[in-house]
Structure formats: structure tokens, C-alpha cells
């Protein structure tokens, strides 16, 4: 689980296809500020709000291998070395809960279409698939590139 409040940003190192695994999925190795020392092998990081596990680690750096379903849903299949990406470490149970409790489990890809300066706050209008927008709540929160948002107006393709 994760709050959607980005941790750290960090940068593709590689982009691997096909490299193993038991289905041939894409290895990518990120670079980090994180001390990796902490990070288990089997750890789930968030990358871009999309639940990855870390399968090798050395200083500053880690991989995970990624589903062609995952690259389909996720910006991932679009990365490719120097691509700067959101991360969050997984919560543990003494971490404080400062966004949305979000699962990391990626839907789809939405597109914002609009920003609007309100008061010092942002006011961002996005469209994204229908089986998405019609599953959200007014109040309900949603990941966009692992910040969490929280839903004004749900409507027929768009959110806000």
C-alpha cells in the first residue's frame, strides 16, 4: 500500500526487453536517492503509481521486471534511459498516512486536458477510459503519476 506523496525521483538507469524471468518481462534498473541497503529484495516501490518489485539491488540503484500488461496500461512502456520517474516506498505500519491509501495497481492511462490556478491551489481537468471515470466518487481519490488526487467532478469520460 501506498499514500501517493512522492519520496524520491528517480532515474531509469536501463531498459531491458525480454530479459527472463519465467515470461520474458522488461527489466529497468533505477537509479535513487533511496539507501538501498534498506530495500529488501521483494519489496514493492511505486514507480510513476505503478507497484513494482525490486528482484536485484546495489548502491543507489535497483531493478524490477515489468509485464508487457503492465507496460500496456502504465506510461512504463514509454521509459527509456534518463526518464525521470515518481517513487514511494511502500508504507509500513508506523509510517504516518498523509495522502490516500492507494493500491499502486494501475487501470489505465488518462490525459489532462486542462489547469487552472485556483486561490494557490490547482484545479486539473483530465479525460481518461470510461470504465475508470465511471467507477469514481466525488471525494473518492485517484494516482496520477504516484501523487494522489482527490476527485471533484466525475463525468462521462472526464474527471476533475
Do not use: Q
Not at 529497468?28 to 513494482?52: Q, R
Not at 481518461?128 to 494522489?148: L, Y
Amino acid at each position: 500500500m501506498f499514500t501517493g506523496i512522492i519520496t524520491d525521483i528517480g532515474t531509469v538507469k536501463s531498459v531491458t526487453r525480454g530479459t527472463g524471468g519465467e515470461w520474458g518481462d522488461t527489466r529497468m534498473d533505477v537509479e535513487c536517492a533511496y539507501d538501498t541497503d534498506t530495500i529488501d529484495i521483494g519489496a514493492s516501490i511505486s514507480h510513476a503509481g505503478a507497484c513494482m518489485t525490486v528482484i536485484e539491488k546495489g548502491p543507489g540503484w535497483y531493478a524490477f521486471e515489468v509485464s508487457d500488461e503492465s507496460l500496456d496500461k502504465t506510461t512504463m512502456g514509454k521509459w527509456n534511459a534518463g526518464t525521470k520517474i515518481n517513487l514511494e516506498r511502500a508504507l509500513t505500519g508506523a509510517d504516518e498516512l498523509g495522502g490516500h491509501l492507494v493500491t499502486g495497481h494501475v487501470d489505465g492511462v488518462g490525459t489532462l486536458t486542462a489547469r487552472t490556478e485556483i486561490a494557490g491551489s490547482l484545479k486539473l481537468d483530465f479525460t481518461a477510459p470510461d470504465h475508470i471515470v465511471s467507477g469514481m466518487a466525488p471525494k473518492g481519490s485517484i494516482t496520477g503519476a504516484v501523487e494522489s488526487l482527490t476527485v471533484m467532478e466525475p463525468a462521462a469520460s472526464t474527471f476533475r
